[in-house]
Nanobody, 126 residues
């Protein structure tokens, strides 16, 4: 079993930056693909970024490519999302998630992931 706890959200002005963290429990952290999804108010949850279990490969939604960076530290059982040049449309609850070591074609699919954190609110003011 894996438990995930997100932190680092908050209120920031457009153009600012935030760094989200997700702490994972369990001893199998390094065996899982990790990802971030987000859910804007009144909208469905959407893919943001994913990282392979080794950290060698990363994947991003077009909407955040070039602005967000996902990384992981397996020794600390933690995954990060560095968010730069934030826009009001980035406002959402951000969720950390993890799933089995599937091929990368499945990284963007919600069905890949088995465990979810409670989410952390990111609000970007204009």
């Amino acid at each position: 079993q894996v438990q995930l706890v997100e932190s680092g959200g908050g209120l920031v002005q457009a153009g600012g930056s935030l760094r989200l963290s997700c702490a994972a429990s369990g001893r199998t952290f390094s065996s899982y693909v990790m990802a971030w999804f987000r859910q804007p108010p009144g909208k469905e949850r959407e893919f943001v970024a994913a990282i392979s279990r080794s950290g060698a490969s990363t994947y991003y939604a077009d909407s955040v490519s070039g602005r967000f960076t996902i990384s992981r530290d397996n020794a600390k059982n933690t995954v990060y999302l560095q968010m730069n040049s934030l826009k009001p449309e980035d406002t959402a609850v951000y969720y950390c998630t993890t799933g089995p070591d599937v091929r990368s074609a499945y990284y963007t699919q919600r069905s890949t992931y088995s465990y979810w954190g409670q989410g952390t609110q990111v609000t970007v003011s204009s």
